[in-house]
């Protein structure tokens, strides 16, 4: 979604926030903008669409633009239509081009009662010059700062008390010179400290370089920033403390380390991923959910359980009940986010709700969250981003340690989620007494296994380079498997449409012949996912009845079935592990092959058209 970045200092404000926006351009975006402003000079507004570097350009860097306060933003369309009048940021003013606006401002979000607000405005004289919900609320806080003479926080409490929907707001005041006032409510917004100067961003990237102790602003909270100094207040307009995070995310995290894109990065920071994730569920050769603030009374009154999440995530979640209800026997309902929002939920009595997302700040997966809290049912977040709404509003959380993921297709994320699911499972089996001591332990070693297994299966990346190098003018490419291989499937087959653009669907095998496979032609490329071998022999029959059909297969198994995949054309080979964790080895080779077949089509893989790092937005 919209990136928002802020500086106050004593240094040339444009360079600083054309670079945080730059960390930022993976949430997606078709304009960008800044607002700069030297002393109590007029602010000077500059905007430009499409790519960031067509306002780097206009700005020549930003030397056209003095100062050393400033806000910037990069848009990804919510209300009005890309442009360079929509582009933000937006001033009080009724015209873009009219001098000395009161309140110039940027937003992340969406302003649901803008059109009853902007009537409202336009009956007291203000006049509009783009279709943003943005310049409403710009001009709302512009509307109670003159009218009742008040100072910027008041204004601000007033228009939060008076909007409906989400933002994160970084404003400067004419009245004002050399300070930003921030508010939020469900958009991300974090500030960090520096010698000297402070810095607002949507977004931890954008910060790293400068500081790594920031604050998160919470609902209805807003800030005053100066050089040095954030000040934070309530909705009665109280100065309140916030507590200080220590980002351990280094700089160069957020970098590419030496990799072609981030997604490469990723995808081999996947062991790790894991490893990390699960150092911090595993104590003593146990797993330990009271970092989550769940007790074992707790788990062992769960009656049924609710996945809640959207695209890769809702994927976890579909592999997280094959493993779940086969250890610990607790029924398991998966749903996207945007379904169970809507309709009616049957939460039953220990009925517990967990909700998975990386940037935990997903819409609709935030609003399910919401919607599960208001029938009373407890609430589990699996999130990677420390301090994100999701985090926030659960009534538990399991982090991931995945750190910073910046390309838009998830890869690191996804696996140390998958880990994460895997341990809340085993320790719920065992609290149910589905797992004896040696069990429990030959499980919890296969899971501790894991990093250094998915390692192993990165070794293959130069054959499925070439492989992919062969087939990426495929027109469409089905992914089939029974259980566990169709969860795998349904996350193979994304990672290849996200980034490859190539049509692609994930179909439980047993399905095809109830009418896709009449989509099989010579030539259609199959990927058949064959790690459970208590089902093996009927995915291979139906891998057999495409091939009958022209169908190019490809086997995707554990390499102790590499016999009963040689009737494939090309073989994909994972170590073995537990057969509960083979979609944590089984998709790193399909991960590798949609990034190679995005490379090799010259597409941009990092942000792939269209698509945006989190969807904050219905
Ligand atoms: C994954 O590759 C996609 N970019 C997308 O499906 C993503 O998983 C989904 O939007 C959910 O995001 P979240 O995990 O941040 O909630």
Known sequence: ????????????????????????????????????????????????????????????????????????????????????????????????????????????????????????????????????????????VDYYYRKYRIGPIDAINRMMVRVRGSYALALMFRDYPGEIYAARKDSPLVIGVGKGETHLASDVPALLQHTRDVYYIGNHQSARLLPGEAHFFDLNGDEIELPLTHVTWSAEAAQKGGYAHFMLKEIHEQPQAVRDTLSSLVKDERIDLSGAGISAEQLAAVQSIHIVACGSAWH??????????????????????????????????????????????????????????????????????????????????????????????????????????????????????????GRYAGLLGELLSLPDKMALALQDKERIQWFASRHANARDI???????????????????????????????????????????????????????????????????????RGAYLVGLAGEDSRAAVAFADFSLLVPETDPHFMASLAIIPLQLLAYYTSVSKGLDVDKPRNLAKSVTVE
């Open 316 to 437: 976890v979640g579909m592999a997280a009940q094959y493993v779940i209800e086969d250890l610990a026997e607790v029924p398991v309902r998966v749903e996207l986010a945007s379904e169970f929002r809507y309709r009616k939920r049957l939460l039953g009595p220990g009925a517990l709700v967990i909700v998975i997302s990386q940037s935990g700040e997903t819409a609709d997966s935030l609003a399910a969250l919401r919607a599960a809290k208001a029938q009373g049912a407890p609430t589990l977040a699996v999130v990677n981003v420390v301090g994100s709404s999701i985090a926030r509003e659960a009534d538990h959380v399991l982090y991931t340690l995945a750190g910073p993921e910046i390309a838009v297709a998830t890869t690191k994320a996804y696996s140390a989620q998958l880990s994460s699911l895997y341990a809340f499972a085993v320790e719920l089996a065992f609290v149910k007494g589905k797992l004896d001591e």
């Open 1 to 140: 979604m919209c990136g928002i970045v802020g500086f106050t200092g004593s240094r040339a404000a444009a360079p600083i926030l054309l670079n945080g926006l730059s960390m930022l351009e993976y949430r997606g975006y078709d304009s960008a903008g800044l607002a700069v402003r030297e002393g109590d000079r007029p602010t000077q507004v500059v905007k430009a669409t499409g790519k960031l570097k067509n306002l780097v350009e206009k700005t020549r860097g930003g030397e056209t633009l003095p100062g050393d306060c400033g806000i910037g933003h990069t848009r990804w369309a919510t209300h009005g239509q890309p442009s360079e009048t929509n582009a933000h940021p937006h001033v009080s003013a009724n015209a873009m081009d009219e001098m000395g606006s009161e309140v110039v401002g940027v937003h992340n979000g969406i302003i649901e009662n803008y059109a009853e607000l902007k009537q409202k405005l336009l009956n007291n004289g203000y006049r509009f010059y783009s279709s943003t919900d943005t310049e409403v609320a710009i001009k709302l």
């Open 478 to 548: 089905f992914f089939i498997g029974r259980g566990l291989d169709y969860a795998i499937c349904l996350e193979g087959s994304l990672k290849m449409k996200e980034i490859s653009y190539i049509h692609s669907e994930a179909y439980a095998a047993g399905e095809l012949k109830h009418g896709t496979i009449s989509l099989v032609e010579e030539g259609t490329l199959i990927v058949g996912a064959l790690t459970q071998r208590d089902v093996l022999e009927k995915t291979v029959s139906n891998l057999t009845e495409c091939r009958a």
